[in-house]
């Protein structure tokens, strides 16, 4: 299945494989998409309320995804060498990509997006 480039869509898409076609499951991919609440009320016969919460779910998905991601890294980074024969001849970064189920091409998209969004906004760089 190919998965949307945008790092909060790939998020979305992979978190709602379960029931892909569920109302829930296509409003937040309509949502990630920047479809107006609107348009997807009408579509799905769903109150601008329930919309309002999978946006807020789709949010706070990229956020825990954010969050683990560095985190993983930072643990794994403090592995000694001798000891990452674990994760394998692919690296890192490869390990967390295939953990978080996202191409290596599409978790290193992330990685710049979270490098250039904590300059800007003074967190630590991964």
């Given at each position: 299945?190919?998965?949307?480039?945008?790092?909060?869509?790939?998020?979305?898409?992979?978190?709602?494989?379960?029931?892909?076609?569920s109302?829930?499951?296509?409003?937040?991919?309509?949502?990630?998409?920047?479809?107006?609440?609107?348009?997807?009320?009408?579509?799905?016969?769903?109150?601008?309320?329930?919309?309002?919460?999978?946006?807020?779910?789709?949010?706070?998905?990229?956020?825990?995804?954010?969050?683990?991601?560095?985190?993983?890294?930072?643990?794994?980074?403090?592995?000694?060498?001798?000891?990452?024969?674990?994760?394998?001849?692919?690296g890192?970064?490869?390990?967390?990509?295939k953990?978080?189920?996202?191409?290596?091409?599409?978790?290193d998209?992330?990685?710049k997006?979270?490098?250039?969004?904590?300059?800007i906004?003074?967190?630590?760089?991964?």
């Amino acid at each position: 299945m190919d998965l949307p480039k945008d790092i909060n869509s790939t998020f979305v898409w992979l978190d709602t494989l379960s029931d892909p076609y569920s109302d829930d499951s296509i409003a937040r991919r309509l949502a990630i998409l920047c479809v107006e609440d609107e348009i997807i009320s009408r579509v799905l016969d769903m109150p601008i309320k329930r919309i309002e919460e999978l946006r807020n779910m789709n949010t706070a998905l990229s956020n825990k995804m954010k969050h683990f991601a560095i985190n993983l890294k930072k643990e794994l980074e403090a592995i000694p060498k001798d000891e990452l024969m674990l994760i394998g001849a692919d690296g890192i970064d490869d390990a967390i990509s295939k953990t978080i189920g996202m191409d290596i091409e599409v978790y290193d998209e992330m990685l710049k997006m979270f490098r250039y969004n904590n300059a800007i906004f003074g967190e630590p760089i991964l």
